[in-house]
């Protein structure tokens, strides 16, 4: 998957754990819990949706790199290129 | 026979608004099945049924609007010997169906029914509120130790050890858990946690979380999240909004230190948790930093005192002490 694929299913699950949100305006360097109305349950769902649909699980020691949209782009692609 | 009714699904509802039919007239139903959907102020419930037979005669059309208690179908009771051994229902014809409101009209609604409910509770409940604060070092420690060998799907949230410690509590204060019904206290075997969640689109509902303290933590983790997700997606049942006999309120994700919640009738207490912060904390004379939350306690001083929430909140506290037993 290419940074840009990724970032497009990172946005769409954000779509469907916070439905009420204007993604266009989600800035990609501040965490997502200062930008959208979401709590504990709905990141762990969000977490959940990133394995079930990249196939990353990610470690809870690494939530805090990818709090943001940038770093969890990052996240992802360097664990997907790991793997590749 | 047995009447099935427009059930109560909160303190102050007065009617509700038969949308769908899943079962019809010749279908059996068991204890605990769904059969119909109800429009409320908390939006469209999924109501269950507590009669096991064959549904005889419906009485209510979709699109009705009746009173709580109106009779909406009459049920066949099933003999002792059919209720032990359930029958598989007939296939179904598609259920007839109205359109539930949505949107403003909802919301306009549900605000109006939490107003009434916080109006209700502030006049007629003396409340009064306590707080501590718990070291909470071997909560996480442990919790960071349980999610590095589990599956995300299977993680625990602190708030799940929360919940599963004011469970355990309430059976040294058993009178937390109760309703306060016709100037008298009742109190509640079962313990149904109200988990106050907020909607999306405003408003708050407060769901029953059954029997939490006979679930493991992992099924109480599984429950819920369940139930949180249910909430927001509207696919409530009808029991979670009629029976929670205490409510949890957390507003730690919103980063506020400390929650003194207001009591929902007819229960009698309300606990409230918040944000986890690091803060000095005086170990055997030696000041080190430690995660800690404000724990609080609104209780109705007609049903307990002070004496007794305290010993509650200090139960909580020991409780999560020991995470590995909870």
């Known amino acids: 998957m290419t940074p840009q694929e990724i970032e497009s299913a990172v946005l769409r699950i954000l779509g469907t754990i916070a439905p009420e949100a204007d993604l266009t305006r989600l800035k990609p360097d501040v965490p997502f819990r200062d930008q959208l109305d979401i709590d504990s349950i709905d990141l762990l769902n969000f977490f959940i949706a990133v394995d079930k649909e990249l196939h990353v699980e990610i470690p809870e020691t690494d939530y805090p790199k990818v709090a943001t949209l940038k770093g969890c782009v990052q996240y992802v692609a360097s664990a997907l290129a790991v793997r590749a | ?326």
């Not at chain 2, 139930?227 to 997606?233: D, E, G, S």
């Open chain 2, 1 to 326: 026979m047995a009447e099935f009714r427009m059930p109560l699904l909160g303190a102050d509802m007065t009617a509700g608004r038969l949308v769908t039919w899943y079962k019809q007239p010749g279908d059996t139903v068991q204890r605990g099945d769904i059969i119909a959907e109800v429009d409320t102020d908390k939006g469209a419930i999924d109501v269950e049924v507590f009669t096991s037979g064959v549904l005889e005669k419906i009485l209510v059309q979709p699109g009705e609007k009746v009173p709580v208690g109106t009779p909406l179908a009459v049920i066949r009771e099933a003999a002792p010997a059919e209720q032990a051994a359930p029958q598989p229902a007939a296939p179904s014809p598609a259920p007839l169906a109205a359109t539930a409101p949505a949107g403003p009209e909802r919301d306009v609604r549900m605000r109006q029914a939490i107003a009434a409910a916080v109006t209700r509770s502030k006049r007629e409940i003396p409340h009064f509120y306590l707080a501590t604060t718990i070291d909470l070092q071997h909560a996480t420690t442990w919790l960071g130790e349980q999610n590095a060998t589990r599956p995300v799907s299977d993680r625990f949230l602190i708030g799940v050890l929360f919940l599963k410690a004011v469970a355990l509590a309430l059976r040294d204060v058993p009178e937390l858990n109760a309703r306060w019904e016709g100037g008298r206290v009742a109190r509640s075997e079962a313990i149904h946690i109200g988990v106050a969640t907020f909607l999306r689109d405003g408003g708050l509902i407060a769901p029953a979380l059954h029997d939490a303290d006979g679930q493991s933590l992992a099924d109480l983790m599984r429950s819920f999240r369940d139930l949180v997700n249910r909430t927001r997606a509207g696919e409530l049942r009808s029991s979670e909004l009629s029976d929670p006999t205490i409510t949890v309120t957390s507003l730690g994700d919103r980063g506020v230190e400390a929650v003194f919640g207001v009591i929902y009738p007819p229960q009698v207490a309300i606990v409230g948790f918040g944000r986890v912060v690091e803060r000095p904390w005086s170990v055997n004379g030696q000041l080190v930093t430690r995660p800690v939350v404000t724990a609080t306690l609104s209780a109705d001083h007609r049903v307990t005192d002070g004496h007794r929430g305290a010993l509650f909140l200090a139960a909580v506290d020991a409780l999560l002490q020991e995470p590995g037993r909870l």
